[in-house]
C-alpha cells in the first residue's frame, strides 16, 4: 500500500527560528511531490511541486528538497513567523496512482512569539 | 476570479439523516474532487470527477455516500442516514484537468453528526 509519513506530528518553535519537516514515501513510480499549508478551517494552499528530477524548490522562505532515492522529502521554513502557524502537509502522486493522491497525515506547527 | 467554494461552512445534523454539501468549482476547471478530512487526520479521497467521464468513485467508504456533477459545474456530495463517524471536514477540490494539474482547494464543509 502507498504510504506518506510525515514527522513530527507537532513542532512548536519561536518567532524568527528555522524549522525542517520530514517526509518519507513509499509511492513507487511517482510523478511529482507537492507540499500544502493548511491553515486552521482552511483547504490546503500549495507551497511547492517538485517532480522526481528536481532536487529543490524554494518559495519565499520555504524551501522543498527530494531524495528520490531514499524517497524522501523535507520542507525547511526559514525565519518563522507568526502566520506560519498551519498544518503543512505532504502529497504524492504516482505514475501509476490514477486520479489518487496519498496524503501524509501533515505537521501542525505553531510559532510562538 | 473567485476561488473554489463550498456550501454550508459548518453542518449539524443528527444520526440517521441525510446531508448534501454543495461545492462550486473554479469556472474552466474540468476536474473535481471530494475528499474526507477527520479531526487531526490526513485527507482521504472519495471521488473524482473529469469533464463527462464516468467519475472514479473508488474512494466513496460505504454505499451511503454517493455524488453528483452537473456538466463542469456545481457538485453536491451526499451522506445518508448519517453516522457519527461521518463527522469530519469535507474538502472540495478543482484543476484545470489531467493527472498533472494543481488543485485548488475550498474552504471546506464541517460536519457534525450527533
Known amino acids: 500500500k502507498n504510504q506518506v509519513e510525515q514527522s513530527p506530528q507537532s513542532l512548536i518553535i519561536l518567532e524568527g527560528k528555522n524549522c525542517t519537516l520530514q517526509c518519507n514515501y513509499t509511492v513507487s513510480p511517482f510523478s511529482n511531490l507537492r507540499w500544502y499549508k493548511q491553515d486552521t478551517g482552511r483547504g490546503p494552499v500549495s507551497l511547492t511541486i517538485m517532480t522526481f528530477s528536481e532536487n529543490t524548490k524554494s518559495n519565499g522562505r520555504y524551501t522543498a528538497t527530494l531524495d528520490a532515492d531514499t524517497k524522501q522529502s523535507s520542507l525547511h521554513i526559514t525565519a518563522s513567523q507568526l502566520s506560519d502557524s498551519a498544518s503543512y502537509i505532504c502529497v504524492v502522486r504516482g505514475i501509476n496512482a490514477g486520479n489518487m493522491l496519498t496524503f501524509g497525515g501533515g505537521t501542525r506547527l505553531m510559532v510562538k512569539p | 476570479g473567485a476561488g473554489v467554494s463550498q456550501s454550508p461552512s459548518n453542518k449539524v445534523t443528527e444520526k440517521g439523516k441525510d446531508v448534501e454539501l454543495r461545492c462550486d468549482p473554479i469556472?474552466?476547471?474540468?476536474?473535481l474532487y471530494w475528499y474526507r478530512q477527520r479531526l487531526g487526520q490526513g485527507l482521504e479521497f472519495l471521488i473524482y470527477?473529469?469533464?463527462?467521464?464516468?467519475?472514479?468513485k473508488s474512494g466513496l467508504p460505504s454505499d451511503r455516500f454517493s455524488a453528483e456533477r452537473t456538466g463542469e459545474s456545481v457538485s453536491t456530495l451526499t451522506i445518508q442516514r448519517t453516522q457519527q463517524e461521518d463527522s469530519a471536514v469535507y474538502l472540495c477540490?478543482?484543476?484545470?484537468?489531467?493527472?498533472?494539474?494543481?488543485?485548488?482547494f475550498g474552504p471546506g464543509t464541517r460536519l457534525t453528526v450527533t
Open positions: 477540490a478543482s484543476s484545470l484537468g489531467g493527472s498533472q494539474g494543481e488543485q485548488y
Open positions: 470527477f473529469q469533464g463527462n467521464s464516468a467519475p472514479d
Open positions: 469556472s474552466g476547471h474540468t476536474a
